[in-house]
């Protein structure tokens, strides 16, 4: 019905970037929302970033400044710009693509490691 297809994940020591995407193909709606979360060892799943079809965009205070999520609309693709890395950021990146409050469909990719060393 809907496949989110994740690409960008790796090894990447402190300070430096990455750049994480997200393709969503199928049977998708043209308003709505897509998201990143991450999920370290032992911690819950955490809303990273997420983006509107009308471009607001919202981040965790964690990383701000940092991190920059976009979106190419027509294309049904989602970016996660990460920069000045740290090893905090270690985790399994998830992308998610939802329709808020109509519930309409909720759909997760596989997840990407992103591992960040000192």
């Known amino acids: 019905q809907v496949q989110l297809v994740e690409s960008g994940g790796g090894l990447v020591q402190a300070g430096g970037s990455l750049r994480l995407s997200c393709a969503a193909s199928?049977?998708?709606?043209?308003?709505?929302?897509m998201a990143w979360y991450r999920q370290a060892p032992g911690k819950q799943r955490e809303l990273v970033a997420v983006?509107?079809?009308?471009?607001?965009?919202n981040y965790a205070d964690s990383v701000k400044g940092r991190f920059t999520i976009s979106r190419d609309n027509a294309k049904t693709t989602v970016y996660l710009q990460m920069n000045s890395l740290k090893p905090e950021d270690t985790a399994v990146y998830y992308c998610n693509l939802n329709y808020g409050s109509s519930k309409l469909g909720d759909y997760w990719g596989q997840g990407t490691q992103v591992t960040v060393s000192s």
């Open positions: 983006s509107l079809v009308g471009g607001s965009t």
């Open positions: 199928g049977s998708i709606f043209s308003i709505n929302i």
